[in-house]
């Protein structure tokens, strides 16, 4: 397996916090364009009850197995969900 990236909840450095809100936000993207039944899913809410790194990497692993233009899909909208809102005028969409 690769290495996972560093963006979303797999960025180093990320408060616990913060990567419990990414995880639960990219959880519900794959939800929605995926389905809850799909392992990305169980894989993403183990995550967020075991901070431990074998967690996170089997959540990567689910993400790498799905079609290429669906993952595509969940990681833009996770993309614009965590960008930075600091610019002024940012609105949602």
């Known amino acids: 397996m690769d ?11 990320l408060d616990p ?3 419990l809100a990414r995880l639960r936000s990219l959880r519900a993207l794959v939800q929605l364009l995926a ?19 074998a967690a996170a990497i089997e959540a990567w692993e ?4 799905m079609p ?3 993952r595509r899909r969940i990681l833009a909208s996770l993309a614009t969900l965590t960008r930075s809102t600091t610019r002024q005028g940012v609105s949602c969409g």
Do not use: I, K, S, Y
């Open 62 to 65: 689910a993400l790498m197995t």
């Open 3 to 13: 290495r996972p990236d560093q963006f979303g909840p797999w960025m180093q450095g």
């Open 68 to 70: 290429t233009l669906r």
């Open 17 to 19: 916090a913060e990567r």
């Open 35 to 53: 389905g809850p039944d799909h392992p990305l899913c169980e894989a993403l809410a183990q995550a967020e009850v075991d901070p431990t790194d």
